[in-house]
Structure formats: C-alpha cells, structure tokens
C-alpha cells in the first residue's frame, strides 16, 4: 500500500497549478480506493458516499418507513384519500388514491410497507403490485408509489422527474375537462369565458345519448333504461351504468345523429377550429353505433374520441379505430403496462389515456408512455383528483416525451390550488410549471385542505389495526 501511495507524490519543481490539479487527482483516485477497500458490494452505501457532497434532508439508506395514514377529501372535485407516509427521519410523502375509490385499497398496504426504506421504489411497488386491480382497485398501489417517489426525492433532495431521467419540458399542457350544457350555443360561451380566456389551449367537451334522452325520434331501445337522474318513471331491465355498452342495445336514429352534429357544430363556431377539442361521455351502446356516431362528427376536426366502449374490447376498437378518421383514445381505468400494450400492438387506437392513479403510478406509467412513442402512439393522461396526483402526473409528463396533454378536473373548484403549499400557481395560463423542489415539490396544506375533509372524517387518524400483515403474499409456487 505503501508503495502504491508513494505514486502519487509530486514532485516540488512543478507549477502551482500543476499540482493542484494532480493533488486533485490524488484524492479523487483515493477516494475511489478508499470507497472499493470499505464498501466492496455495498451499493446503497457506495452510492450515499459518492454523493455525501450532494445537498441532501436525510440519510437515505437508513430511512424507514414508520407510518401510513389517510385524510379523506370531498369535492376536490370528486371524492380523494390523501395517503401520508412517515419516516423515522422526519420525512413525510404525500399520495392520493384515486378518486372515488376507498381508502382502504391503500390501508391494507400498510403491514407491507412498515419497515421499508421508501428509496426502493421499485422493489416495493412490485410486492404490492398484485394489491391492484383496474379502475379504482388500482389506487392503494397507486397512492402508496406516488408517495414512495416524494419521499426518495426529498431523501436525496431532487425533484421526482429527475430520477426518472430527467424532463422534456418545462410546462406542461393541460386540456379542461367541461361538463355539457343542453344549449350548444351556451356552452360554446362557458367554454371561451371559463377555459379559453384562461389561456387553455385545450378542450374537452361531453355529448352522447344523454342529450337526446328526452326528446322524441332520436334514440331506438332506449325506453327500457333509465337513462338520466331526471327520468324516474321508467321501467328499466337493469342498471344502465353497470351494463356493458354492447349489452343495452341502445342505437342512435339518424335524426338523433344530426341533433348531435349539429350541437358539435355549434361548439365549434363558437370555439374555432385553432383550438383542439375532444370528447368523451357518448352513453353505452355497441361497436356499430359507436361508428356511425364517429362519422357523423368526422367534418369537425375532433382531437379524439374517448371511452367508445370498454377499453378491454380490442377487436371492436380496432374495428372502430378502422372505420372512422377521428383519433381513438381510452385507458383510464386500465392498471399495469400489460393490457395497454395488447391495444397498442393491435393498433387498435390512435392514443392511450392513463389514468396515474389507476395505471400503477409514476414510474409505471412512463413505462407505458414509453412503449406507446416506440410505437408511435402518443399519450394524454387523465386526471380528476386533488393537487397531489396533479403533481405526480406533471413529473411524469414532464419525464415522458409522447406526452400531449394533462386532464384538469378542478378548474371550477375554489380553494384548489390552497390544498397544497410549495411550488404555486399549480397552472398558469393552462400550462403547469414543472417544479424544481425536491420529491413532488409541494406539500399538504393543513389549512386549505381541511376544508375538504369528508364529513364525520378524522384528520389523519391512526390507523394501528392495519399494522399487522395476516397473509401470505406470494402468488406463485
């Protein structure tokens, strides 16, 4: 060792500079001996040493998972679980289970994650993996991943886009969703005053058979669903929204598709042709009416069309996507890359439409953008949540480069935005600053969401019963 150290010495007639540089080189190569003699095979170790310089708020590989609680929200704008993860570092992560869905998907997690260093996100989404399921079963295992990543990136103190390499762009699109109104000529004005005036360069609008369910001629089969809150003397022969969209044999009459041309028509005089809109909420009916719908709105330039039918239907929507010019879009409710890789390898749609919450979280779901651009397929993400999906649905957009456009459902909701602290204003003339701030870059504000809290809810209360695991977790043999 001795001889090895006595290379490194420097002579005393060179130039100052000279050996500064070279003692430079000194300590940098001992550096790296000293770390391979201490820490051989240790990488968790070798990485926390190689980067000790790095600015930092924790020591990330001895950070532990102590905690899970939920805060339960309404009207953000839909019902959403906050999940907050304690450490025995002082660190806290903040994620959502998807709106809508119940909070014990993410509770139920919490005997598996007790323990854990938050920093292997990976590892530990794939343990909890198989606790999902499509739609909103997906959102414990969603919520829990968004929240693993915020505390990894407070743990090393970068933002979450950049521990997946790095980020596209520096705003990020976003499209507002409108709900419909029955005058076209209204709703175009509630687009241009609410959306357009905001600086959304995006557009999302609502029509289908719920427009035509009160007026005579225009829908054949109809009358034995209950189609509408309004409609309560009808007999039905089921529940219409639980029924598949093949199943109610529902069609639209060609007098009720011109009502519907002629509703899309009037949006877009009022709105332009500049602006893209899309659309989505056509009601539930079959593959062939889903085609006759689809051309008869063809010669307004739409964005896409969403939801057709079930996205687990790959044949009719590569039969729909075939017949029709307008871009075909779904995915919102689908979980893990699996499924949306059978659409984009059928070429069954033009794009893909993952819901985070739903679709396996941040890192899952650039996985999925990633197959969809090697393949050509562009993505837009669905949201309709609280800020704090909205913010890990901008770090993956911003990590993705086939993202075209974010969902904003709280566009109309006061208070929005006062749920979080941190990076603010969320959006900014219809785009979304990409944060710098460590992990998602903001943090819950006690304040601004309490108001939120569901009725006859506890603020982040203990939850001690899930503490314990009483199952065996392998699911193979």
């Known amino acids: ?21 070279r003692d430079f080189l000194k300590k940098g190569m001992l550096g790296g001996l000293s770390l391979g003699l201490m820490l051989d095979g240790k990488h968790e170790q070798e990485m926390e040493y190689i980067t000790q310089k790095v600015k930092r708020d924790s020591k990330p590989a001895d950070l532990k998972i102590t905690d899970v609680r939920i805060a339960h929200l309404q009207g953000v704008p839909f019902k959403s679980p906050i999940i907050r993860i304690d450490t025995n570092q002082g660190l806290i992560g903040w994620g959502e289970v998807r709106d809508g869905a119940s909070p014990n998907y993410a509770l139920m997690l919490k005997s598996r994650l007790l323990g854990q260093n938050p920093c292997n996100v990976e590892k530990i989404f794939k343990e909890i993996k198989q606790f999902g399921g499509h739609g909103r079963a997906a959102g414990g295992v969603c919520g829990v991943e968004m929240a693993l ?63 035509l369910a009160d007026k005579p001629g225009m829908l054949t089969g109809a009358n034995v669903w209950k189609l509408n809150q309004r409609d309560n003397k009808t007999k039905t022969v089921g529940n219409y929204g639980a029924t598949k969209h093949p199943f109610t044999r529902i069609q639209i009459t060609d007098k009720g598709l011109d009502y519907i041309a002629e509703y899309v028509s009037k949006i877009r005089e009022g709105v332009g042709y500049e602006i893209p809109v899309s659309a989505d909420h056509f009601g539930h009916f079959d593959v062939n009416t889903a085609i006759r719908l689809g051309k008869a709105v063809e010669k307004y330039q739409l964005a896409w069309l969403e939801d057709l039918v079930p996205w687990f239907y790959t044949d009719q929507w590569k039969q729909i ?80 480069e086939n993202f075209v456009a974010l969902e904003h459902h709280g566009v109309d909701v006061p208070g929005w935005e006062d749920i979080v602290t941190g990076s603010k204003p969320l959006v900014v003339n219809g785009f979304a600053p990409v944060p710098n701030k460590p992990g998602l870059g903001v943090e819950l504000n006690e304040e601004g969401a309490k108001r939120f809290l569901m009725k006859d809810q506890k603020w982040f209360a203990p939850t001690d019963e899930w503490n314990t695991k009483d199952s065996w977790d392998r699911d193979w043999s």
């Open 1 to 21: 060792m001795k001889k090895l150290l006595d290379r490194f010495k420097l002579p005393d007639n060179h130039a100052q500079s000279e050996n500064k540089r």
């Open 149 to 211: 990543w915020d505390l990894a990136g407070k743990a090393y103190n970068v933002p979450v886009y950049q521990m997946l390499g790095g980020k596209y762009r520096d705003e990020i699109r976003m499209y507002a969703d409108t709900p419909e109104i029955t005058d076209p000529t209204n709703f175009a004005k509630k687009l241009k005053e609410t959306r357009l005036d905001k600086g959304y360069t995006f557009l999302k609008m609502d029509f289908g058979i719920g427009l």
């Open 321 to 400: 996507s075939d017949a029709i010019d307008t871009p075909t879009l779904t995915g919102e409710d689908i979980y893990l890359k699996e499924e949306f890789i059978k659409l984009i390898n059928a070429k069954a749609v033009d794009m893909i439409h993952p819901d985070l919450a739903s679709s396996g979280g941040i890192l899952e779901t650039k996985k999925i953008g990633d197959y969809a651009e090697e393949h050509g397929i562009p993505m837009a993400m669905h949201f309709a949540g609280s800020p704090i999906s909205f913010m890990a649905n901008v770090h993956c957009a911003a990590a993705t």
